[in-house]
């Protein structure tokens, strides 16, 4: 029963990154965030210089990891971000980690 309320709160999202976020440890500081705020999922580069995020938990945690991928760190300068939500059924993630640039 408690497994069902929780899934019930779990949402995910896809969310895309534009601007100076690559070459810069973009995605081990997202790794680092997502670990703090408890969010599972993963992030990757992309070829068009862009960086790609799933990510998955409770609508409060993924609000503060989307808000940190807007403001990025202080060496990232993002334009823009692209939030699409992630409609059930979903994978659900046992972690957050760093993948291969697509």
Do not use: I, K, W
């Given at each position: 029963m408690e497994d069902e309320q929780k899934d019930g709160m779990l949402e995910t999202r896809l969310v895309r990154v534009r601007g100076i976020v690559q070459g810069i440890g973009y995605r081990e500081a997202c790794v680092r965030h997502a670990h703090a705020l408890g969010v599972t999922g993963w992030v990757r580069n992309r070829m068009d210089g862009s960086v790609e995020a799933m990510v998955q938990g409770s609508?409060?945690?993924?609000?503060?990891?989307?808000?940190w991928l807007s403001e990025g760190m202080s060496a990232a300068l993002v334009?823009?971000?692209?939030?699409?939500?992630?409609?059930?059924?979903?994978?659900?993630?046992?972690?957050?980690?760093?993948?291969?640039?697509?």
């Open positions: 609508p409060e945690q993924l609000a503060d990891m989307c808000s334009d823009g971000l692209e939030v699409t939500e992630v409609a059930p059924p979903f994978a659900r993630f046992e972690h957050f980690e760093r993948l291969p640039t697509l």
